[in-house]
C-alpha cells in the first residue's frame, strides 16, 4: 500500500511563502511512472486539484494559483514538493498530496498539512 506523508504547511501572512513537501513510500510502487498532484480542502468547500505534475515533468495548475504555486518532482526520493509564493486568505486550506487523477477514484489519502493565511 501506498503511504504519503504531507509536512511544511503553517500560519503565514498574506503575501508570504511556504513550501510544501510530500514523501511517497510504498511496497508496491512505481513513483516515476506516476502522476502525482497537490490537492487542497477549504472548509465547507470540496477537495480540488492545486498542482500536477506528470511523467514527463509536464505540469497544470489551478488558475487561481498560476504565477504564484510551483509544482516539482524528485523521482529519486519519492518527493513531490508545492512551493507557494504570494499567498492568499483564500488559499488557506488543508493540502494533501497523492497521484494526479480523478478525485472519484482515490481511495487513501493522508492526514494533510494546514496552511492558514491570515493577516
Known amino acids: 500500500q501506498v503511504s504519503v506523508v504531507e509536512s511544511g504547511g503553517g500560519s503565514v501572512q498574506p503575501g508570504d511563502s511556504l513550501k510544501l513537501s510530500c514523501l511517497v513510500t510504498?511496497?508496491?510502487?512505481?513513483?516515476?511512472?506516476?502522476?502525482w498532484g497537490w490537492y487542497r480542502q477549504a472548509p465547507g468547500k470540496d477537495r480540488e486539484l492545486v498542482a500536477g505534475i506528470n511523467i514527463g515533468a509536464s505540469t497544470n495548475y489551478l488558475d487561481s494559483v498560476k504565477g504564484r504555486f510551483t509544482i516539482w518532482r524528485d523521482d529519486d526520493k519519492g518527493l513531490v514538493y508545492l512551493q507557494m509564493n504570494n499567498l492568499r486568505p483564500e488559499d488557506t486550506a488543508v493540502y494533501y498530496c497523492n497521484e494526479n487523477k480523478p478525485i472519484r477514484t482515490i481511495r487513501h489519502w493522508g492526514q494533510g498539512t494546514q496552511v492558514t493565511v491570515s493577516s
Open positions: 510504498g511496497r508496491i510502487l512505481r513513483f516515476n511512472l506516476k502522476a
